[in-house]
């Protein structure tokens, strides 16, 4: 098996140099989860969601008459509010999310821990730890990105945590650990889960908590020498970062990395080596963009227009590119094998979109062929429908410090939002570089 990333160093640091604070470790914190309460809210399923970036106005629309309290009001605030209203809907999400926080909708645990987060469907499930990571600069390589990312989603993403002061979604890392912290994740699954539910889509999720000092010691010691990929949450990793820089600079003097709640974000992190994730495509829509006049640049041709299905729109060889506007569809495909460590996202950004004069803003990304053809029929233009790219490809790009398209790979399956949150109001302030 491929495995996503690597461990720097032949030596794993011990304990007593774990304790030395290295800013090079990988650290994944304990913290007071932030939860919802069952006797307030009834079944915990009823008020989660899929991460936000994958949800489009059907399934918004699903969540929010599915329960009051359900989380979409919290993490979408722009698609929840009112526009006629007035009001900011950050502001407004952030004022709900006190008063449920008063009302008893959401609890916080009493001691700092962290998190068992098992979850998947009959063919496909996976186990990791839910903790507070310390954030890391892309140059110092232990928090490895992969992807651009688009600026308005991220300042999307700081509104929302500034106004909240919290962590409500954590990011998706992956690591290679070799099955090290396997021991005290199966003890923790062998006891009675804080949560254990069935979501609406057919998936379930448990939750467990690990306090015991010496578990945590143990999984610290564990993390401490690898580097993480940035499996999913690019943007929300960049709000953080941004976040911090922004509450530091209000602080002068605060080392990055250290001083206040900010300095990490709210992560699952997965072991790869052990429960493997799976890579699928993220597909484009592109508005005004009609399918008869496009022609191929050099190096590429195209085929002429046949009519299509979303069955057989689908793509069907490494390096050919559908596009289609869902009665008609055409393949474009290099003449040549790719190149190792292209994909099709690569090739579609930097080579197609560029050479038919398309702009950013009517690029859309989705998760769903029906959801690309949907899109793309509103808009008057087309769907290009991609091949995932593999983990050779993105571990490619990650240990040569380079950054794929935005949007060019999906791990699944997808962790669910609101099993566990993470308020900036719980937490001391991290202990400066240094401290005992």
Not at 19 to 48: I, K, Q
Not at 68 to 74: A, E, F, H, Q, S
Not at 77 to 102: F, H, I, Q, T
Request: net charge negative.
């Amino acid at each position: 098996m491929t495995v996503l990333v690597v461990r720097r160093g032949a030596v794993r640091c011990s304990v007593t140099q774990q304790h030395d604070r290295s800013r090079e470790a990988l650290r994944l914190l304990p913290f007071r989860g932030m939860r919802y309460n069952s006797e307030v809210v009834g079944g915990v399923a009823a008020v989660t969601s899929p991460p936000y970036d994958v949800m489009d106005r059907p399934m918004i629309d699903a969540l929010l008459q599915q329960h009051p309290c359900n989380i979409v009001r919290l993490i979408l605030p722009r698609m929840v509010s009112d526009p006629m209203s007035g009001g900011n809907p950050y502001e407004l999400a952030a004022k709900r999310l006190e008063r449920w926080r008063a009302r008893g909708v959401l609890l916080t645990d009493d001691a700092p821990g962290l998190y068992v987060y098992e979850y998947g469907d009959a063919t496909h499930a996976v186990c990791g730890l839910v903790g507070s990571v310390e954030l890391r600069r892309p140059e110092q390589r232990v928090i490895l990105p992969h992807e651009d990312v688009i600026a308005g989603i991220v300042a999307d993403r700081l509104a929302m945590m500034t106004a909240s002061h919290a962590n409500l979604e954590p990011i998706l890392l992956v690591y290679d650990g070799a099955g090290e912290t396997a021991p005290i994740i199966d003890a923790a699954r062998a006891r009675v889960p804080l949560t254990d539910v069935l979501a609406p889509d057919g998936t379930f999720h448990r939750l467990w908590a690990v306090t015991a000092p010496d578990e945590l010691a143990t999984l610290t010691d564990a993390l401490a020498a690898h580097q993480a990929l940035i499996a999913d949450g690019h943007h929300r990793y960049a709000t953080y970062l941004q976040l911090h820089e922004l509450l530091a600079a209000a602080t002068p003097g605060t080392p990055f990395g250290r001083g206040d709640p900010s300095a990490t974000g709210l992560a699952l992190l997965i072991d790869q080596s052990r429960w493997p994730l799976q890579l699928s495509a993220i597909h484009r829509s592109v508005a005004e963009l009609g399918l008869s006049s496009l022609v191929a640049p050099d190096g590429f041709e195209i085929s002429s227009d046949v009519s299509s299905s979303t069955e057989a729109a689908l793509p069907s060889t490494k390096g050919a590119l559908v596009l289609t506007d869902g009665l008609r569809r055409r393949t474009i495909r290099l003449r040549t094998r790719p190149t190792a460590g292209s994909s099709d996202a690569q090739l579609l950004h930097d080579v197609l979109l560029p050479y038919w004069a398309v702009t950013d803003d009517r690029v859309g990304y989705h998760h769903t062929v029906e959801q690309a053809l949907r899109t793309a029929h509103q808009d008057g233009g087309i769907a290009v429908l991609l091949h995932p790219a593999t983990v050779r490809e993105v571990m490619a790009v990650a240990r040569e410090g380079k950054i794929m398209p935005r949007k060019s790979t999906s791990f699944g399956p997808k962790p669910r939002m609101g099993l566990v949150m993470r308020s900036f109001d719980d937490e001391p302030p991290v202990e400066p570089l240094g401290a005992p």
